[in-house]
């Protein structure tokens, strides 16, 4: 976690706004935009600069020395694409607890009720899951009806997801667009970790543009979190459990089982809370 590259502010906002100080991991750092345009990041004391860079309208940074690089995104270079940022959403809880709703077709109907879900269409169809060669968690064939699929939907119809968790605190899906049988939008979450309670959620939207508006897509992206944010931060414990008796799990939560597992088998504690022997 500390050698990985992670969001800590999207562009826009920052060129706006000229400097900003947050927290990843803890720590408090400082991003400036200079009258130049150039951006850095420092500890917030100024005292040591970090390494910095800018991708897909964001600000990425790292407390170490990053071994890989950012994560590759196909989508964000198809020139028929909007690349939006939905917003960066501030929420009091876990960010490993953000990836695991994310992952969760299952609340749909309950907490997206009339818009990624409704009754009595609650079931979640078997669907399957795979850690990849590459270390990241493909979920695919996962379908579910929804009556409002996109900003520019009429009437309901039956979606398809893929789930993809390329890091610890990124995830992203794909989704089925209404006019295009062989492509699918994509969404994905930075997740910066403010604290191990406490994150700052980024978003990269990647929409076809045909049918589409921009202030649609950002629009339906903001009225979405909002219904999921007061889900969050009423989660107990605000940190994810990691122990596979902890929480009872069901055939749904196939996908977030084996994030809870890959997350044990490669030691992320933080914003965790880890499993304890038998």
């Not at 299952?106 to 669907?127: I, R």
């Not at 992203?172 to 910066?192: C, E, G, M």
Request: some cysteine.
């Amino acid at each position: 976690m500390i050698d990985d590259w992670h969001v800590v502010a999207d562009l826009d906002q920052l060129l706006q706004a000229g400097s900003c100080k947050t927290y990843l991991l803890g720590v408090e750092v400082a991003v400036t935009a200079g009258r130049d345009g150039q951006v850095a990041v420092t500890l917030a004391d100024g005292k040591q600069q970090l390494p910095c860079q800018i991708k897909y309208g964001f600000v990425w940074t790292s407390l170490g020395s990053p071994e890989r690089e950012t994560i590759h995104i196909p989508e964000a270079f198809e020139d028929d694409r909007y690349i939006i940022s939905g917003g960066s959403f501030p929420v009091k809880v876990s960010g490993l607890r953000v990836v695991e709703n994310f992952l969760d077709m299952g609340h749909f109907p309950f907490v997206h009720n009339g818009w990624l879900g409704e009754e009595p269409h609650t079931e979640v169809a078997p669907y399957e899951v795979e850690l990849t060669e590459d270390n990241e968690i493909i979920a695919t064939e996962c379908y579910f009806h929804q009556p409002v699929a996109s900003p520019t939907a009429e009437g309901g119809i039956e979606v398809e997801y893929k789930y993809r968790v390329y890091r610890p605190y990124i995830v992203a899906l794909y989704k089925t667009n209404p006019l295009y049988p062989d492509r699918k939008d994509y969404i994905v979450l930075f997740i910066q970790p403010v604290g191990p309670e406490e994150c700052v959620v980024h978003n990269m939207l990647c929409y076809i543009k045909e049918g589409m508006k921009e202030p649609d897509i950002r629009w339906f992206m903001q009225l979405i979190f909002a219904q999921d944010k007061p889900i969050l931060e009423n989660q107990i414990p605000r940190r994810l459990p990691l122990d596979p008796r902890a929480e009872t799990p069901i055939r749904a939560d196939k996908v977030a089982i084996l994030y809870r597992r890959w997350l044990r088998d490669h030691s992320v504690s933080y914003g965790a809370i880890p499993a304890t022997e038998a």
